[in-house]
């Protein structure tokens, strides 16, 4: 028997990205109902060789549904997520708006899949940037557990949605012409330059942090399970299309050597090394888009303290970071 799922902001980045995946992995899907706001009422999308159109998000909207995939931002999970839910549907939420809910399940399915067995009808997606994370930290806690975590991150302006990636583009063109452009979505120039914050919607708070480093933050103790574990996080959005990186220190209470390390994370499930500097061979942002692994190099011992790892993390953000996570979430759901 097939599954009925609702995507829900179906014309949005991460939308489109679910939906192709979707068929890319053969998910039993019988009815694909794709959702959004009334300005994409009547768009086609392309799916398994037919055009669905694309219908209007309402309450109404969940009528048969098994399971509705949400990534339409977190207003919009929080007034719908309840109507879909209440219709006997499962809402996988790729926003912020259930993560840190106590009953809700905060799933990557690599690391803490039987979370998924307790849910009430709602489990969330993890930020883009703790997914790829904590799929590398996993490994090396069970082995060595995890003191402390140091992260910079480098995002992609996808992770801002599809305007974001026009105003990059537009904005390269317009200063390699000397000529001006006027950004909507960046409160700075994104082309040529980076920004210690993640906007449009990433708030600076008491603390001095970030909306976006403080989500990194609670995150990783949740889906991790231990609160143990200390992090520390600055956020930076880089001008790339498509793919975040991630400098990441790790202190550990007993020794890991590089060695080590290297193996652990050769053998964990979703991670793929690639780490020879001799050949300059190390992850980055142009090779892992489009691909599903998250790419682990640079795998070397911090040599200021006794029991640390330095490692550099990529993966893309509207894969792993967004889509491919909430269907893998359904896979072990059904």
């Known amino acids: 028997m097939g599954v009925n799922v609702a995507v829900v902001g179906a014309t949005g980045a991460v939308g489109k990205e679910m939906i192709k995946i979707l068929e890319e992995r053969n998910f039993p899907v019988d009815e694909l109902r794709l959702l959004a706001s009334k300005q994409s009422l009547g768009k086609k999308v392309r799916y398994q060789g037919k055009d669905i159109t694309v219908k209007e998000l309402t309450n109404d909207s969940f009528s048969g549904i098994d399971i509705g995939l949400f990534s339409a931002g977190g207003d919009i999970s929080k007034k719908f997520a309840p109507a879909a839910v209440n219709a006997n549907a499962v809402v996988i939420d790729n926003?912020?708006?259930?993560?840190?809910?106590?009953?809700?399940?905060?799933?990557?399915?690599?690391?803490?899949?039987?979370?998924?067995?307790?849910?009430?009808?709602?489990?969330?997606?993890?930020?883009?940037?703790?997914?790829?994370?904590?799929?590398?930290?996993?490994?090396?806690?069970?082995?060595?557990?995890?003191?402390?975590?140091?992260?910079?991150?480098?995002?992609?302006?996808?992770?801002?949605?599809?305007?974001?990636?026009?105003?990059?583009?537009?904005?390269?063109?317009?200063?390699?012409?000397?000529?001006?452009?006027?950004?909507?979505?960046?409160?700075?120039?994104?082309?040529?330059?980076?920004?210690?914050?993640?906007?449009?919607?990433?708030?600076?708070?008491?603390?001095?942090?970030?909306?976006?480093?403080?989500?990194?933050i609670n995150e990783t103790t949740k889906i991790m399970g231990c609160d143990s574990i200390k992090v520390t996080v600055t956020t930076v959005r880089v001008p790339v299309v498509r793919g975040h990186s991630e400098s990441v220190n790790i202190e550990t209470e007993t020794k890991i050597t590089a060695e080590k390390a290297k193996e652990l994370l050769t053998n964990f499930p979703g991670i793929t090394v690639i780490d020879d500097p001799s050949k300059e061979l190390y992850p980055l942002a142009s090779f892992a888009a489009g691909k599903d692994d998250t790419f682990v190099g640079r795998i070397r011992e911090d040599e200021s303290i006794e029991n640390g790892l330095n490692i550099w993390i990529v993966s893309d953000n509207l894969r792993k970071g967004a889509a491919l996570n909430a269907v893998q979430i359904a896979e072990k759901l059904i």
Do not use: W
């Open 95 to 216: 926003t912020s708006a259930f993560r840190m809910v106590n009953d809700v399940p905060l799933v990557v399915p690599e690391v803490n899949s039987d979370a998924i067995k307790d849910h009430k009808g709602i489990i969330a997606n993890p930020n883009c940037s703790t997914i790829q994370m904590v799929i590398a930290l996993k490994p090396l806690h069970d082995e060595g557990v995890i003191r402390r975590v140091v992260v910079s991150t480098y995002q992609a302006v996808s992770g801002a949605g599809l305007k974001a990636i026009d105003e990059l583009k537009k904005e390269s063109k317009s200063i390699l012409e000397n000529g001006e452009y006027k950004r909507t979505i960046f409160p700075h120039q994104i082309a040529f330059n980076v920004l210690p914050q993640i906007p449009q919607s990433d708030a600076f708070l008491d603390n001095g942090y970030t909306s976006e480093e403080m989500k990194m």
